[in-house]
Structure formats: C-alpha cells, structure tokens
C-alpha cells in the first residue's frame, strides 16, 4: 500500500486479557520498528526487524511483550496478560534500507491501546 | 545509552511570529538527528534529518535546523509560523552505523493563533 497500515486503530483490553497488534509495512520496506507512545511522552523503541530477522528487541518492557515478522511483511506485536502500565499508542515504521536512515522512516497512525 | 531533550513542552505563538524549539543530545559519539511532526490525528512525519555535512539544514514547509556539536544542540526555526503549524514536535537522534533505532525527545506542543 501507500503507507504503513496499522490495525486496530484502538483497542480496549481488559487487564490480563492478551492482545495482538498488526503493522503492514510499504511493500518491499526491509527494516520495521515497533515503538511505544505514552500519553505525553515521545516514542520509545521496542524492537527492530531486518526481513524475518528480529535484530534488537532490547526495548520490549518484559517477556509479556512478544514480537514476529515470520515472513519478512507483516509484523504482529503480542502482549500477554496486559496491564494498565501498557497503555500506549503503539507505533509501526518501516524503511526500505537496511541499517541506515537514509531514506527515513514511514510511520503508521499506531495503535491506541487502553487497559481497563 | 543516548537521550534527548526538549525543553519546550507546550509553545504558544501567533501567526507570522518566529519559531524556535530547542533539542539537546546526549551521546559520546556521532549521531544522525531527526525533526519530526505529528499533527492532530495524524502519523509522524520527517520534517527533516541531519548525517553530515552542511550543519544547517532546510526541511519541509520552510523549517530548517542547525547542529552545532558543541552544544550537543539541533534547534528547529522557522521565520514565520502559520496556523496550519500546529502540531506536536518531536526531535530524535541516532548514533551513526547502527541498525537505526530512534531516540526521541518528549515533544513540543506548538499552538499557532490566528
């Protein structure tokens, strides 16, 4: 597509309910971020995929966070047993180059996610 | 570990007044550094990005910035703002040669009035 798609554009989880996220980088984009977004704050770095490849997930919170690309497209952000602490808007970008910013990145509109 | 820093949470100008956002940088080596923009129920988008070379730097919708490394500083200006400016201002670094994650500052809320 045009742009990165992220679905939902909300979600309302109940605390210890699981949730899963999906991002739909720009066809061919190589490199894909996951960040986090509180509520007045900037976005802070989750984890990075390379294709299928995850190289840095050193951002993920806790082992409840859980990150795939297993065919090097579409990636899925998993949250196990969600938590009021987790909610966040959560954000998708994808580059076309590997390792380096040259051509920036392409942001989606991220995915609110309250915990009730 | 890098962090950014900008000091102005929440700037209120009037049309045609000058802009000026700071970003400061803490990082041991050489960085590439980011102005993006977020406007109201929008995605983040590059205003514009600094590798190397020339310091000052002309983005998007006339707004430029300056890196001067000894100040560890990259501040967003613009001459004259418009209403169409208001948005949330996000300045972020990277070191060099990575695998390019992001650092971003807080934001800065601009509110531009007519």
């Known amino acids: 597509g045009a742009g990165v798609s992220q679905s939902p554009r909300y979600k309302v989880a109940k605390r210890g309910q699981d949730v899963a996220l999906r991002c739909d980088p720009i066809s061919g984009h190589v490199s894909l971020f996951w960040y986090q977004q509180a509520l007045g704050q900037g976005p802070e770095f989750l984890t990075y995929f390379q294709n299928e490849a995850q190289l840095d997930k050193s951002g993920l919170p806790s082992d409840r966070f859980f990150a795939e690309r297993p065919e090097g497209s579409v990636s899925t952000l998993k949250i196990q047993r969600t938590q009021q602490e987790d909610s966040a808007v959560y954000l998708c970008a994808s580059s076309l180059a590997q390792g380096s910013l040259n051509y920036g990145y392409t942001f989606g509109s991220g995915t609110r996610l309250t915990v009730v | 570990a890098q962090s950014v820093s900008q000091h102005n949470h929440h700037v209120i100008l009037s049309e045609a007044a000058s802009l000026e956002l700071g970003c400061n940088y803490s990082y041991g080596g050489t960085v590439n550094l980011f102005w993006y923009v977020q406007y109201p129920g929008q995605h983040l988008q590059l205003l514009l990005k600094?590798?190397?070379?020339?310091?000052l730097v002309k983005g998007i919708k006339g707004f430029e910035a300056e890196f001067i490394k000894s100040k560890f500083s990259f501040n967003l200006r613009k001459p004259s703002v418009q209403w169409s400016d208001t948005a949330e201002y996000f300045c972020?670094?990277?070191?060099?040669?990575?695998?390019?994650?992001?650092?971003f500052g807080t934001g800065t809320r601009l509110q531009v009035t007519l």
């Open positions: 972020a670094v990277s070191p060099t040669g990575t695998a390019s994650k992001l650092t």
């Open positions: 600094y590798f190397s070379g020339d310091p």
